[in-house]
């Protein structure tokens, strides 16, 4: 993101060619069947392999399970691309020397994708059932079914929910200090949230910025103690407690707060730079929620060093298990790591197969 850049309306897939595919009867990477799905629509789709996202960890794993002839289907959801279609510039993701548009990006991935023969649909999965195989999923009244699932759901940052951050989000208001802290060198900026992260987010701020403002509508911060010592202590780092960002100022750019005040009557303007809305990020789980385990804050849970999730069969990569790293690259990273456990967790199931059926064959010796 940069605040001098032109605002980003999200653009469906950097305005590249691509196709947009909507669901349909015979759509998908095998022969079409037509089971008669629990929906009762009539159409459903059978594929090896179905993904569910289409943000760098999804379209990674769309590429590498492609060109292992996995022949996946993506249902990427109606806003495809993921996270990045509402930044402006990327300038952290390796091959991209002089940065590169969040929607271009991902016009590139998809683009990437879809040469090896991936399937993408831009449709919202609203349903799943993960009882036995063939898993089965539901998007807009299509029933697909697959032998592995890959869960790429992603996660949304919380915002605060006033409309001049919406209006200023890509012009200086943001919810990611790792990819936007770098446009603030020497420039006043303010954090806003009272946990962990906030806090972490206001430290590593101070490396660019000339000043930082940590605004919290509590008393006291909720983040560990050691964090709370550490910020209180810095000479770049401004306490404001008992405060609420009740607007953020500034027309084409961010220029300041107008802040609320939780203790006493009053309000008070901040000249600032900068925003870093710090208020946490909400995976998208809701339609696993039932079937697949999570973690103490409600990510999806992976066993040991795969992507495997409590269910056989199903795989989980990128935001949607990752609240510690949360950039494309380890998303992508990540995807490619799952499409890796899914072609070899198939190849085992389809030794398995084989053997039982030679085994069946075979006459008894007595
Ligand atoms: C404003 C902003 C700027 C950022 N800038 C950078 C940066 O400069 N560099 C960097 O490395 N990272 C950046 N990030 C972080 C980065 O975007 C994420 O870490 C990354 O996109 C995560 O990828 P993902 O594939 O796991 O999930 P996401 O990108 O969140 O994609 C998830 C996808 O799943 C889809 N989906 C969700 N539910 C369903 C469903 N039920 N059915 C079908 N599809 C569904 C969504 O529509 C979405 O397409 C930024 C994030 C934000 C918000």
Not at 143 to 164: D, F, P
Not at 250 to 258: A, F, I, K, L, N
Not at 332 to 349: F, K, M, N, S, T
């Amino acid at each position: 993101m940069s605040d001098e850049a032109t605002p980003k309306t999200p653009r469906l897939f950097g305005g590249l060619s691509l196709s947009f595919i909507p669901p349909a009867a015979g759509d998908g990477p095998a022969p079409a069947t037509s089971a008669s799905p629990a929906n009762g629509a009539g159409d459903s789709v059978e594929a090896r392999v179905a993904i569910v996202g289409s943000g760098p960890a999804g379209l990674t794993a769309a590429i590498y399970s492609a060109r292992a002839n996995l022949q996946p289907i993506v249902i990427g959801g109606v806003a495809g691309g993921g996270q990045l279609m509402i930044t402006s510039e990327v300038e952290n993701y390796p091959g991209f020397p002089d940065g590169v548009g969040g929607p271009e990006l991902m016009g590139l991935f998809r683009k990437q994708a879809e040469r090896f023969g991936a399937r993408i649909v831009d449709a919202e999965v609203d349903r799943v059932d993960l009882s036995g195989r063939p898993f089965r999923l539901w998007a807009a009244g299509v029933e697909y079914r697959a032998q592995a699932v890959i869960v790429a759901t992603g996660a949304e940052a919380l915002w605060l929910g006033i409309e001049s951050e919406t209006r200023l989000r890509g012009r200086g208001v943001s919810a990611c200090a790792t990819c936007d802290g770098f446009f603030f060198r020497d420039k006043e900026i303010a954090v806003v949230g009272g946990g962990d992260s906030a806090l972490e987010e206001a430290l590593f701020l101070t490396r660019f910025a000339s000043k930082v403002h940590l605004i919290h509508r509590r008393d006291a911060f909720r983040g560990s103690k050691i964090m709370q010592a550490r910020a209180a202590a810095h000479p770049k780092v401004q306490l404001h407690l008992n405060r609420t960002v009740e607007e953020v100022l500034g027309e084409e750019h961010v220029e300041g707060v107008r802040l609320g005040r939780t203790d006493v009557p009053g309000e008070e303007t901040l000249p600032i730079d900068g925003l870093f809305v710090a208020i946490g990020h909400r995976p998208n789980v809701a339609i696993f929620r039932e079937w697949l385990e999570s973690d103490e804050k409600g990510y999806l849970a992976t066993e040991g060093v795969t992507t495997a999730s409590s269910i056989e069969g199903v795989f989980i990569a990128g935001d949607v298990d990752d609240h510690r790293y949360r950039q494309a690259v380890t998303a992508a990273g990540e995807g490619c790591r799952a499409a890796i456990d899914v072609e070899r967790w198939l190849e085992a199931q389809e030794a398995n197969e084989r053997t039982e059926t030679a085994e069946a064959a075979a006459p008894t010796v007595r």
